[in-house]
């Protein structure tokens, strides 16, 4: 079993009880290196402060836009 489909068949077949311990399995799960640095980075002060920064004067300045803009292709 190597692909996701695969995997997801194999879910599909599973009884309750074995959902429920493969969902505990996996929420037990520990971060790896990429969560934890996207979570430091999304802390006020990391590396996605100033995108945050941005987005909220924007915000409040009235400059926000759909997006995708209507009628964009």
């Not at 999304?42 to 004067?57: H, S």
């Amino acid at each position: 079993m190597s692909t996701v489909a695969e995997i997801k068949a194999a879910i599909d077949k599973l009884s309750p009880r074995e959902r429920c311990q493969l969902n505990a399995l996996l929420r037990g799960w520990e971060e790896d290196n990429w969560d934890r640095r996207m979570a430091s980075d999304a802390e006020p002060g990391g590396k996605l402060d100033k995108l945050r920064q941005t987005a909220e004067a924007d915000a409040q300045a009235g400059r926000l836009r759909d997006f995708p803009e209507p009628g964009a292709a």
